[in-house]
């Protein structure tokens, strides 16, 4: 399980809070599978993620973007 990680240790990981990374998981903005209720993800999803934030540490996905 060294590669994967729960939502909040995403969270950690990307300085955002927790809640943040459920709507983007529920925008399909971050893959994960959901196992008992808990959102499983990647650690190289996170790292994509990461890459993609810009300077403020904003993540610009495309789901949302403009709105």
Do not use: C, P
């Not at 903005?29 to 993609?52: H, L």
């Amino acid at each position: 399980m060294k590669n994967k990680l729960t939502a909040q240790q995403a969270a950690d990981i990307l300085r955002y809070h927790v809640k943040h990374v459920y709507r983007l998981l529920h925008l399909g903005a971050i893959a994960a599978e959901q196992f008992n209720g808990t959102w499983i993800i990647e650690r190289s999803e996170v790292d994509r993620v990461r890459r993609e934030q810009d300077d403020s540490g904003r993540y610009h996905h495309g789901k949302t973007r403009g709105q």
